[in-house]
């Protein structure tokens, strides 16, 4: 089997592992610059701790591993740890030239992203709703595009109670509850989310939300 010579006369880059001198930088960049692993499979590739190591590498890349099975009766002996999740292509005797195609065509497929190929999304006959604001504010009919803060907005809810929860016979507590942060950090959105919960749970009336003014306190 000449598949080395063949696939370069078909213009595939193919790494010689021959040559005496270090080859594990060499075969690491190669192997992370490939599209798949080529994986000959002989009665000594099991055994080969140049194939182990190789496969260690195309695991660490994520790359995938197409077997040539070349020589050999029994598949199980010949396989690796690592390779028995790999598309197999069986190019023994009379078989060399079909699966060479099959291997150019695999090849060709991984090249042009064939494998990783997503349908096109649906035409839309209607505008999809952004649910990001922007530089716009949070409100009350938002609530449904809110996520995460659950500890904070949690922790606004059982403030708020507590605020609100006292008989005729205690002193009222605390009426105000500040939230601040840095600009960016989302605080005006928590505060909004748990003021429209506690809105939604509670019987109590409540004024909707309100723009701060020089007159906002002159109420």
Known sequence: MHIQTDLTIRD??????????????KTRQAIRAAQVVLLILTPQTRSSAAVKEHLRIAE????????VWALGDD??????????????IDARGPRYKQALDEIITTLDREYRGAAT????????????????????AFT?????????REAVVQELLTLLKKMVRFTPAEEPGPRFLAVIGPSGSGYPAAAMRSAT??????????RAPRVPTRRTFDV
Do not use: M, W
């Open 60 to 67: 660490l890349y994520r790359r995938k591993i197409l077997c």
């Open 140 to 148: 009350q009919h938002d609530r449904a595009d809110f996520f995460g």
């Open 75 to 88: 598949l199980r002996h010949l396989l690796p740890d690592g390779a028995e999740q790999a598309s197999i």
């Open 12 to 25: 595939i880059a193919v790494q010689d592992d021959a040559a005496p001198e270090p080859q594990e930088e």
């Open 117 to 136: 190929f997503e349908p096109p999304l649906p035409v839309l006959d209607f505008e999809p709703r952004n649910p990001y604001k922007g530089l716009h």
């Open 197 to 206: 919960d506690e809105q939604r749970r509670s019987t109590r009336s409540y």
